[in-house]
């Protein structure tokens, strides 16, 4: 017997299970979090009692746990929980972590869930930009979406073929000094690129980093990572 909890930790002690079927999930294999009700951006937490109750009244023996790294650490506290207050019935359950996430950045983990995903459309979004690029002579710069690593924007711009330049965040540091020096690095790449061929391609991961986070970065407001990126390359231009 398989059964669903929606709403994630929270809907532990407040829905009751429903059933998992076949004829179920095969007309959602597409709908990507509608049939547990995830609520995006929300910040998991733990009702430890609520996880007792409900592990106990269920009679749960495994309960897998689907999520971003936030959800996993509530996994794993959970897991304390139920070793610590249920005794024997605790050691019986195992709880298994599926970590989601596009950046493929989970320690142990040969893939995540969604990352193949969000990698197959960077590289066609890539590939259709770069054939605009290429016909209207442009000069392009994607910003690809991440949180804690420039994985995504890397392995798209490999799969892709087509991109001239990829700035991660992991290759720019926290120094003002470094970073302009390869910043300008970067910015006379593309535009020699632009001038030989007439059109280029950069990708740039767009995340909250060391360089967004960095005091000295930050004049008037938050400098991004591609926003000092695209200032680099405009006075190059």
Not at 15 to 41: C, F, Q, W, Y
Not at 44 to 49: F, Q
Request: net charge negative.
């Amino acid at each position: 017997l398989v059964q669903r909890f929606e709403d994630g930790f929270a809907g532990l002690g407040i829905h009751a299970p429903i059933e998992l079927h076949v004829r179920e999930t095969d007309k959602v294999a597409l709908r990507p979090g509608s049939v547990l009700r995830l609520n995006a951006g929300a910040v998991e937490s733990l009702n430890e009692k609520a996880c007792r109750d409900a592990v106990a009244r269920h009679q749960l023996d495994i309960l897998y746990v689907i999520g971003d790294r936030n959800t996993i650490r509530v996994a794993d506290r959970a897991s304390q929980v139920l070793e610590k207050s249920l005794g024997s019935a605790g050691e019986r359950i195992r709880i298994v972590g599926a970590p989601v996430t596009l950046e493929d950045d989970f320690a142990f983990s040969d893939v995540s869930i969604g990352f193949h995903t969000a990698l197959a459309n960077a590289v066609e979004f890539l590939q259709r930009v770069h054939s605009e690029a290429e016909a209207c002579r442009h000069l392009a710069v994607v910003r690809l979406p991440a949180e804690h690593s420039g994985s995504l924007t890397l392995q798209a711009s490999y799969a892709s073929g087509e991109v001239d330049y990829a700035a991660l965040p992991e290759m720019f540091g926290t120094s003002d000094a470094a970073r302009t020096e390869k910043f300008e690095h970067a910015a006379n790449l593309l535009v020699r690129r632009y001038h030989n061929k007439r059109h280029a391609l950069a990708e740039v991961g767009a995340l909250q980093s060391a360089v967004e986070s960095d005091s000295s970065a930050k004049v008037g407001g938050t400098a991004s990572l591609p926003d000092q990126f695209l200032e680099t390359l405009r006075a190059r231009l």
